[in-house]
């Protein structure tokens, strides 16, 4: 959604490295790159100007004039007036203190209200809430039936007792507010604890679309409302957004569609117009594609600074601790790494997600965008299924794979004999790398540095070994040859005599001093 302005943005940066101090023509560019670039995003020109205002303000002032590198403490405040436009604190769901929570959607036709309330579901009963949806929706062909097979998907219950209209021949029936009503009290009887409630929308703003929102609202007095908007719609989402606020009194934004190749602009548009928080955003068909809104990673992304933190809460949530803990004990032991770690891992990773939404979440990825772009997920089956082809043994045991086992695998994995044996050398790296990690050497580190916290026994025995080789070795000069070999005999009877806790000495001991035990003495 944002890669033609995190481009444009990080582009305008460049220009900004290396430089010592900042002069006013400099910023005065830099402020009026930035504003071309919110503009060309489809930005609210409103939006835009404040924007720049700030920024150009706090650029010229002593933040900038005493920092000891300018072109990132001009990052940074770009970063924080982004954030500040869109929204500046992530806005949770407000609960309800007794009763079911009450969440009703409003938005236009076709901006993807009955999409997101199953993935709003889904998202809240991974939360732990027990969600019902409610089919109020009776005006636009088959609403209600796909609510139902959206509730089905996201495995929460529906509540439709009208079937609403199936073609738009079809004359409108039923009461919406009633359905609504009826559905709160449903939801109470049986005890969820969060009603979802779909609404009609309309192919443009009207005065009777608003009228009956606001009958809905008034009916069932929800704890939130929030506002379905799509994020391509460029310019028109302030006129749109002003509207239902205006009609509605919306609680919070919710981005749809924000997966899409368009310039973004709503996105920053709407929190900083309507003054109403960005609460969460759909990415995706799937309804897994939701996510809670934070403007400091969403600026982040937008700055290609990657979202660090999104990532780990997708891992945490998804990630299989007792395999997790299986592999870090695998390592810690030094054990070999086999393909039947390799495709545990794959299958970790898969759980995650798209790897191409995962990739951009990393700092720098818009570097490599084009490579992202082009990256075919299903590379991670075809390696599946070469790895499925093999037999226990061969996983276990990779050396063994020959030129007649790799065609057999080949053949039974649907790939060529290239793909296998590429797999075969990429994995042999993987197993280097671990095996270098295990023993404590971090690879590609200077002088084999040692990670933190783990006993290099590889590499203390490698070392205890080249010491023993420069003990050992001896001098090309005759007379130092002699000095060596004296005082290695020195250090020997040194060490004799230390092991019998005395110095070793030429004279006889006197054996009768040492009160030893009868007929000991033939001993020494």
Not at 72 to 99: D, H
Not at 196 to 222: C, F, H, K, S, Y
Not at 465 to 489: D, H, I, V, W
Request: hydrophobic share 40%; proline share 4%.
């Amino acid at each position: 959604m944002f890669n033609s302005l995190s481009d444009r943005l990080t582009a305008t940066f460049k220009n900004l490295r290396g430089k010592g101090r900042l002069s006013e023509a400099e910023i005065d560019s830099t402020v009026r790159e930035i504003r071309r670039a919110l503009l060309d995003a489809d930005v609210a020109v409103p939006v835009v100007r404040e924007f720049a205002a700030h920024v150009k303000e706090r650029a010229l002032g002593a933040e900038v004039s005493e920092a000891l590198n300018p072109s990132q403490q001009i990052v940074k405040i770009v970063n924080e007036e982004l954030v500040a436009i869109l929204g500046g604190q992530t806005r949770r769901i407000s609960m309800a203190k007794t009763g079911p929570t009450i969440i009703m959607l409003a938005g236009l036709q076709g901006a993807g209200k009955t999409t997101l309330a199953g993935k709003l579901a889904y998202w809240l009963k991974g939360q732990g809430h027990t969600p019902m949806l409610v089919a109020s929706d009776l005006q636009r062909p088959n609403a209600v039936t796909q609510l139902k097979v959206v509730g089905e998907r996201a495995g929460v219950p529906v509540y439709a007792p009208h079937p609403g209209v199936t073609s738009e021949f079809d004359t409108p029936t039923g009461d919406p507010v009633q359905v609504a009503r009826d559905g709160v009290a449903e939801a109470r009887a049986k005890l969820h604890d969060v009603v979802i409630v779909d609404t009609a929308g309309r192919l443009g703003v009207d005065a009777e679309l608003m009228q009956q929102a606001r009958n809905i609202r008034d009916a069932i007095e929800p704890n939130e409302v929030l506002f379905v908007i799509d994020a391509m719609i460029g310019q028109d989402a302030v006129n749109t957004a002003n509207a239902f606020n205006e009609g509605v009194d919306f609680t919070g934004v919710v981005l749809s569609k924000l997966d899409g190749d368009a310039r973004g602009g709503a996105a920053l548009s709407v929190a900083s117009v309507t003054g109403k928080p960005i609460m969460f955003a759909s990415t995706g068909e799937n309804v897994t594609d939701f996510e809670q809104f934070h403007p400091d990673r969403m600026a982040s992304r937008i700055l290609d600074m990657g979202d660090v933190l999104t990532l780990i809460e997708q891992a945490e949530a998804k990630w299989d601790k007792a395999e997790a803990d299986r592999m870090a004990k695998k390592f810690i032991d030094q054990e070999d790494f086999t393909f039947d770690d390799f495709l545990a891992q794959m299958q970790q990773i898969r759980k995650l997600g798209s790897m191409k939404k995962l990739l951009m979440m990393m700092p720098g990825a818009a570097q490599i965008r084009q490579q992202l772009e082009a990256f075919d997920e299903r590379e991670i089956d075809r390696v599946e299924a070469i790895v499925r082809s093999m037999t226990p043994h061969e996983r276990v045991a990779p050396k063994i794979i020959n030129g007649s086992r790799r065609a057999r695998i080949a053949k039974g994995s649907g790939v060529t004999v290239s793909e296998v044996n590429q797999l075969m050398e990429r994995f042999a790296q993987a197993q280097k790398m671990m095996k270098k990690l295990a023993s404590g050497n971090m690879p590609g580190m200077p002088g084999g540095m040692q990670m933190p916290g783990m006993a290099a026994a590889g590499g203390a025995k490698r070392k205890a070994k080249k010491n023993a080789k420069k003990k050992a070795g001896k001098s090309g000069n005759p007379m130092k040859r002699k000095e060596q070999e004296l005082a290695a005999q020195q250090q020997a009877q040194a060490r004799a005599g230390a092991a019998f806790g005395q110095q070793a000495q030429d004279q006889d001991l006197d054996l009768s001093s040492l009160n030893l035990p009868k007929g000991f003495e033939k001993f020494l």
